[in-house]
């Protein structure tokens, strides 16, 4: 499985963005999506999870409400929707899918893309 995400960039504080995460390779058997973000001198966090099945959504208490995760399976594409963005969000984005073969789970991360927000 490959993640490629993109979007980042630089925005002011209230301003928005959107991130994007395509997947390519053996997507079958992904039970769940998700966008993690790491801010420096932090470890990583959940932001949004998305599952594979039913399209259930969860989110950090700290993005509730401003940002929406979604899926587009047409595309094979992951998205991040990020509005009324605080310089809190400031991070290195990234995309992760979380499969399960044979009983096996694996984890896959993107490379990640920056997202910068100026006050």
């Known amino acids: 499985v490959q993640l490629v995400e993109s979007g980042g960039g630089l925005v002011q504080a209230g301003g928005s963005l959107r991130l994007s995460c395509a997947v390519s390779?053996?997507?079958?058997?992904?039970?769940?999506m998700g966008w993690y973000r790491q801010a420096p001198g932090k470890q990583r966090e959940l932001v949004a999870r998305i599952t594979s099945g039913n399209g259930s959504t969860n989110y950090a208490d700290s993005v509730k409400g401003r940002f929406t995760i979604s899926r587009d399976n047409a595309k094979n594409t992951m998205y991040l929707q990020m509005n009324s963005l605080k310089p809190e969000d400031t991070a290195v984005y990234y995309c992760?899918?979380?499969?399960?073969?044979?009983?096996?789970?694996?984890?896959?991360w993107g490379q990640g893309t920056q997202v910068t927000v100026s006050s």
């Open positions: 992760n899918a979380a499969r399960n073969v044979g009983g096996t789970h694996h984890e896959y």
């Open positions: 390779g053996s997507t079958f058997s992904i039970k769940a």
